[in-house]
């Protein structure tokens, strides 16, 4: 079993929609990432979280640590959200700074 | 606002040949992290290096080694290139000791092995 889960594997939605991915983690952590990857492109960092809930724009993270679960939702999605995101978890690792373990990633893709 | 730099973006090499690979972190950035995307798989980590010094180690191959300089930039070099190193290579900085570490991608670099 995969340390960090996220469903859906694969989504589609019409423009204006809005969206929620979810991811599961089975470790203690310090912290979550959510991550953005275009095809061929590059990772970019949405949010970092320890705790509680971020928002950016159209998009919002939350998180909650006992049920080792988080989400990630996007308001009024449009065909340029189109693209992997991945949830990566740091290990508690008693204050030491661990790498990332990721998810296998959520494909979104927004029709016009 | 400055990001990770990665060069080179795209390099094509034979098998058996060596490649280097270059992660300029965000400036004041003290940490830096190897990963490996394969074709349609999760980015895996590889090695990670604080203050010029390997700070953690995953699955880095033996073929390849790394080190961080003394302006913080870390080089990745492989040697005995093989078909399955063909993947994307992402380098992450960061600032040890602020905001749990959070990690700064660069965009990667394209390595194909032919």
């Known amino acids: 079993k995969n340390e960090v889960e996220q469903s859906p594997q694969n989504l589609t939605a019409q423009e204006g929609e809005f969206i929620t991915i979810n991811c599961s983690y089975s470790v203690g952590i310090s912290a979550l990432h959510w991550l953005q990857q275009h095809p061929g492109g590059g990772i970019v960092s949405l949010f970092m979280?320890?705790?509680g809930k971020k928002k950016h724009g159209r998009l919002i993270a939350t998180i909650n640590i006992q049920e080792k679960h988080s989400s990630l939702h996007i308001t009024a999605s449009h065909p340029r959200d189109s693209a992997v995101y991945i949830c990566a978890v740091r290990l508690w690792e008693g204050g030491s700074q661990g790498n990332l373990i990721f998810g296998k990633g959520t494909k979104l893709s927004v029709k016009p | 606002a400055a990001g990770v730099i990665q060069s080179p973006r795209h390099l094509i090499k034979e098998k058996r040949e060596t490649a280097t690979l270059k992660c300029y972190p965000i400036p004041r950035h003290d940490t830096v992290y190897w990963y490996q995307q394969g074709p349609g798989q999760d980015p895996q980590f590889l090695i990670s290096?604080?203050?010029?010094?390997?700070?953690d180690k995953g699955s880095i191959p033996d073929r390849f080694s790394a080190q961080q300089f003394s302006d913080y930039h870390s080089e990745l070099n492989m040697s005995s290139l093989e078909l399955g190193d063909s993947a994307l290579y992402f380098c992450a900085s960061s600032l040890w000791a602020a905001n749990y570490n959070e990690q700064f991608f660069g965009p990667g670099t394209r390595l194909t092995v032919l």
């Open positions: 290096f604080y203050e010029k010094m390997q700070s």
């Open positions: 979280l320890s705790s």
